[in-house]
């Protein structure tokens, strides 16, 4: 099992790229090459690699190895993509059918006006530009997503405490958060992750009660599905026996049974987020405005987990979004390894390959409608987490979220 979700060789002059395929999991570990921006554009639009910051991430490194084809005569010779006399101008043309590919993700598009910045008609200046560019930015993902779990976790702990919850409790989570979503450890799973070992690990509330011990424990995770692409029962499932953390995947349309009759108590959701607007309204996978609505039926706190590079500093609201479809294909298909029923093993093929297989399940010509992402209203959110801390509504019951647009 791999939870490396990008590989990056990061020798400057001879970089070199491969991503997990991740719709090969969890049955197949299989990497694929990133030798172009075409290829970080068909990895990203065919969900082979997905989650915001990976998203961005392969975005970014896929500018970095084009740019790196430049510095080599022998490719300059045959190449017909650009105009060395005219380089900002092809690249800028580039980096627009890039940002195509997954146009909901805000740390794409933010990280792409970053690369704008960077681009000059001077192949090796905007090489060694994007090289620092591209090293940065996964690095400081890498921090912040151990800073957000540390802060959510703290936060949820010292929130149970002040009301004297003592015991075993558990919590939600949809779509994919991880590793295999980042450039490590993971947003909304980053959290579940710093919980389960804080928790086990008895660690102090804060540091004026260094006396004191946590009442309570995490003891359970319980992920959603995440229909129509399973991202939870194929990657965070994947994930959480990899950590061997406790854990029971649940169908999306079980939540509520499922928290009026768990007997381990349901304290907290944590999500997601693909884009984060000014007042706090969360895109984010399809489903978890359901998940939100639920929890606030049933007084389940709800959190985002984002890093800053997810916030987008110029929207207002979550109507403005633009929200992407999927194919209906993807809906009317469903797509997995074959499996043997004799013996509940994959079928392989003469390589010991594992077979993929896609099945039916609606009447060929019958409509659907596939949204990818749905947003949450800021009002079913109880905080928002980031690498800056825990953001909660002020009294006037809003977010004010100023700081993280500086």
Same mark, same amino acid.
């Given at each position: 099992?791999?939870?490396?979700?990008?590989?990056?060789?990061?020798?400057?002059?001879?970089?070199?790229?491969?991503?997990?395929?991740?719709?090969?999991?969890?049955?197949?570990?299989?990497?694929?090459?990133?030798?172009?921006?075409?290829?970080?554009?068909?990895? /990203?639009?065919?969900?082979?690699?997905?989650?915001?910051?990976? /998203?961005?991430?392969?975005?970014?490194?896929?500018?970095?190895?084009?740019?790196?084809?430049?510095?080599?005569?022998? &490719?300059?010779?045959?190449?017909? &993509?650009?105009?060395?006399?005219?380089?900002?101008?092809?690249?800028?043309?580039?980096?627009?059918?890039?940002?195509?590919?997954?146009?909901?993700?805000?740390?794409?598009?933010?990280?792409?006006?970053?690369?704008?910045?960077?681009?000059?008609?001077?192949?090796?200046?905007?090489?060694?530009?994007?090289?620092?560019?591209?090293?940065?930015?996964?690095?400081?993902?890498?921090?912040?997503?151990?800073?957000?779990?540390?802060?959510?976790?703290?936060?949820?702990?010292?929130?149970?405490?002040?009301?004297?919850?003592?015991?075993?409790?558990?919590?939600?989570?949809?779509?994919?958060?991880?590793?295999?979503?980042?450039?490590?450890?993971?947003?909304?799973?980053?959290?579940?992750?710093?919980?389960?070992?804080?928790?086990?690990?008895?660690?102090?509330?804060?540091?004026?009660?260094?006396?004191?011990?946590?009442?309570?424990?995490?003891?359970?995770?319980?992920?959603?599905?995440?229909?129509?692409?399973?991202?939870?029962?194929?990657?965070?499932?994947?994930?959480?026996?990899?950590?061997?953390?406790?854990?029971?995947?649940?169908?999306?349309?079980?939540?509520?049974?499922?928290?009026?009759?768990?007997?381990?108590?349901?304290?907290?959701?944590?999500?997601?987020?693909?884009?984060?607007?000014?007042?706090?309204?969360?895109?984010?996978?399809?489903?978890?405005?359901?998940?939100?609505?639920?929890?606030?039926?049933?007084? /389940?706190?709800?959190?985002?987990?984002?890093?800053?590079?997810?916030?987008?500093?110029?929207?207002?609201?979550?109507?403005?979004?633009?929200?992407?479809?999927?194919?209906?294909?993807? &809906?009317?298909?469903?797509?997995?390894?074959?499996?043997?029923?004799?013996?509940?093993?994959?079928?392989?093929?003469?390589?010991?390959?594992?077979?993929?297989?896609?099945?039916?399940?609606?009447?060929?010509?019958?409509?659907?409608?596939?949204?990818?992402?749905?947003?949450?209203?800021?009002?079913?959110?109880?905080?928002?987490?980031?690498?800056?801390?825990? &953001?909660?509504?002020?009294?006037?019951?809003?977010?004010?979220?100023?700081?993280?647009?500086?």
């Amino acid at each position: 099992m791999s939870l490396e979700a990008i590989v990056f060789d990061r020798v400057a002059g001879k970089c070199s790229v491969k991503i997990l395929d991740q719709l090969l999991l969890p049955y197949q570990t299989q990497y694929l090459p990133i030798n172009s921006i075409c290829d970080g554009y068909r990895a /990203i639009k065919s969900m082979q690699v997905r989650g915001a910051p990976a /998203i961005a991430i392969v975005g970014v490194l896929s500018v970095l190895v084009e740019c790196q084809l430049l510095l080599q005569e022998s &490719f300059v010779k045959t190449q017909t &993509f650009y105009d060395l006399t005219q380089l900002e101008k092809n690249f800028n043309e580039r980096l627009d059918l890039l940002l195509s590919s997954r146009p909901t993700a805000v740390n794409l598009s933010n990280a792409i006006t970053e690369l704008r910045a960077l681009i000059s008609e001077d192949v090796k200046a905007t090489y060694d530009s994007l090289f620092e560019y591209a090293c940065n930015i996964i690095d400081n993902d890498y921090a912040d997503n151990f800073t957000m779990g540390e802060n959510g976790a703290k936060h949820l702990l010292e929130q149970l405490d002040e009301q004297n919850f003592e015991g075993d409790f558990g919590v939600l989570t949809i779509c994919n958060t991880g590793s295999l979503a980042t450039s490590g450890y993971g947003t909304a799973l980053g959290v579940i992750r710093s919980l389960y070992a804080r928790t086990r690990q008895g660690k102090e509330v804060s540091e004026p009660k260094k006396a004191k011990k946590y009442g309570s424990q995490m003891v359970r995770v319980f992920p959603l599905e995440t229909r129509p692409y399973n991202q939870g029962s194929r990657l965070t499932a994947y994930e959480l026996l990899h950590d061997e953390i406790p854990s029971t995947l649940i169908t999306d349309s079980s939540i509520s049974y499922l928290v009026s009759t768990s007997k381990i108590p349901i304290k907290a959701a944590f999500v997601g987020a693909d884009r984060i607007v000014k007042n706090g309204d969360t895109a984010n996978k399809i489903g978890t405005y359901q998940l939100s609505i639920i929890c606030k039926h049933f007084g /389940i706190k709800f959190y985002v987990v984002a890093p800053t590079t997810t916030f987008d500093a110029n929207t207002e609201t979550g109507d403005k979004i633009i929200v992407e479809e999927r194919p209906p294909n993807e &809906f009317r298909f469903v797509q997995g390894t074959l499996i043997d029923s004799a013996n509940a093993a994959p079928v392989v093929n003469e390589y010991k390959i594992p077979l993929k297989a896609s099945v039916g399940i609606t009447p060929l010509d019958m409509p659907v409608w596939n949204p990818s992402f749905d947003i949450t209203p800021y009002q079913h959110i109880d905080g928002i987490i980031s690498e800056k801390g825990v &953001f909660t509504k002020a009294e006037d019951g809003k977010f004010h979220l100023e700081t993280q647009f500086q």
